[in-house]
């Protein structure tokens, strides 16, 4: 089983965000799917937060499904 990462929603400013994060506030931005904070910036750091991201895989595959190979 794996662990999902910390939530940040909820978190009131970047400050609090890092704290859950555990990582510089410098690195802290907005989710670019849905705005809540995420390590954005830096090694680690990504444009979605986890929500977004697992989204995104999911209409990428509905994608492909009816793809044709080759």
């Known amino acids: ?3 999902s990462p910390p939530s940040t ?3 009131r400013d970047a400050y609090a ?3 859950i ?3 510089s506030v410098d690195l802290i931005g907005h989710c670019a799917g849905c705005r809540v904070y995420v ?10 937060c986890p929500s977004c991201q697992l989204q995104l895989e ?8 009816g793809a044709p190979k080759g």
Not at 39 to 48: E, I, N, Q, S, T
């Open 9 to 11: 929603v909820g978190a």
């Open 17 to 19: 965000a890092a704290a």
């Open 58 to 65: 999911e209409l990428r595959g509905a994608g492909r499904a």
């Open 21 to 23: 994060l555990g990582c």
């Open 39 to 48: 390590h954005r910036y830096g090694r680690g750091g990504a444009p979605l």
């Open 1 to 3: 089983m794996t662990s």
